[in-house]
């Protein structure tokens, strides 16, 4: 479970994440909204312990942010919102490259399956000659290769077709429920959060997400 | 480490002739220069035509104070074949040294000794020509020497008789101790020089120059991947961003020297050329440190290639000034061609680094 208490971001003068509070069960998928500017990616990064809060507690399975660092990074799964994978590696040469220095080893074959059950079948192809859809999967591939119990996207099906967003959106469901991985998931396409996601965090003051949201 | 081998072979099979071109271009360059050197300096040489008609020993002399001369190629010959080839310019002069030579010299009878040739294309004969006369007036200037201590001996009834070979011995003794032409001077507390250090271009020199270039160039792999959005992931690596660079590097750092330790056999046992093996690993060390900040500091890639390419012109066109102070001080290669281990920029180097390193673990533990 990760549970987030009182959480405050400043930057300078400005406040950005103030006094927030809410938890994510296992196997739970959480949606992020809010515009732009509201704090999702600042409120991804403290969550991805890339940023460091400047009051609040986290803990994820009982660990704390603050004590247990290095612990709390191995049950991470981050998916930015840029692609970052080596464009001049095929799909086997980057899910190896990243294999290598994961904290766990995972089988060749293993890292295959991973790629399918993702529908990314390009295992010999280069990334830079594949679609927008195919790299945002193994955007996705990527970070799971470690086995998070935490997966954080940020916006990670932004720019795609809509056969990509869908697949992408099967997987997730489907990881939540079977490895019981807790996910939180921003978006702009409140669609897109309205079919997936079991729950709601709306982040920032702007009215049309209030009213957007109702719905859940 | 097995990780970092690994990973980093994945990026180099996809670019193997740019690294093993880097990787082996100070060893090929240095060997393909100076073969080029040294087919460059045989040409300089201007022949010469030589006829020796009689066999003494001032003769002998003679014709090998000629061969020792830095710019000219001696060739022994006859007399009709050497004039035939000044007519075709294959020679550049002649000189003919006469039957009675050495009885001319002893005697103080300097007329008609040589005879030379010349034509209109002959460049090097007046230096020639200068040559022979000065070692002339050497030879002729013992044997005269002999003559006034003998007649001196004579009119004061001096005691001891001095033989000519003495007075020659003796001659030759004191101009090889006194230096009379060549003198140096150089402050109290500093070392004297010897003549041939420093100036040559040998083959190390070109090595070195090579080495920091290539040094340089090869470090591009850090430029190209700080700038992918790939180091986001290592937040959640077994390495942080920053071990895995210095992995890279050291990995670097390896190969690097294996290539180096090639080098030093084909060089020592090829070319006779010798270094310590400590100077080359501390000149390797400050090299990979060197240009791992380099490219640390940069972080356009054109940049860094343009500030690599000057960085290595600036050290070849220092390389023959360098033996003033402050450019030997700061030069990143002197102390490596003066067979001494780097310190200075090793130092440097390593300091930047170090602080680099403990500023980046700082800010990721705070994160």
Redesign the interface.
Known sequence: MLQVEHLTKHFGQTNIIDQLSFSIEPGEIVGLVGENGAGKSTLLQLL?????PTSGSIALHGLSYQND?KKV??Q???V?Q?????D??TVE?NM???E????NHRSKEELHNLCQDMNLFQWKQRVSTLSGGMKRKLNLA??LI?Q?NLLLLDEPTVGIDLKSRIEIGQYLRRRAKEEQTMILYTSHDLDEIQRLCDRVLLIGNDPFYRDSVKFF | MKAVIITRWLFIKRSMLSFFFWLLLPLVGALLLFAFVDVVEDDSYVPIGVIVEEETELANDLYQEMETSDFVAIRETEHDEAIRQLQQHELDSVFVIHQGYQEGIQTQQRTNLITSYQTNRSYAYTAVKEMIVSHIQEQGGRYQAVQVINQLSERYRGESLWSAEDVIQTSKQIQAEEQLIHASFQYASQAEKKDDEGSRWEIWHIWALLAILSSLLTMDWLIKEKQSFVTQRFYFTKLSWHDYLLLNGFLYFVIWLVIDLVTYVIFSVGFDETMGVVTLLSYRCMLTLLSFCVALVWKRLYVFYAVSFLMACMCGLLLPVRDMHVINWLHPMAAFLDNQITIGWLLCSAGVILFWYGRRRRENAAS
């Open positions: 991805a312990t890339i940023s460091k660092l990074r191995k991470i799964g981050f930015p840029d692609i970052a994978v080596w001049t590696f040469e190896i490259f990243f290598k220095l994961a904290w990527i970070s470690h998070p």
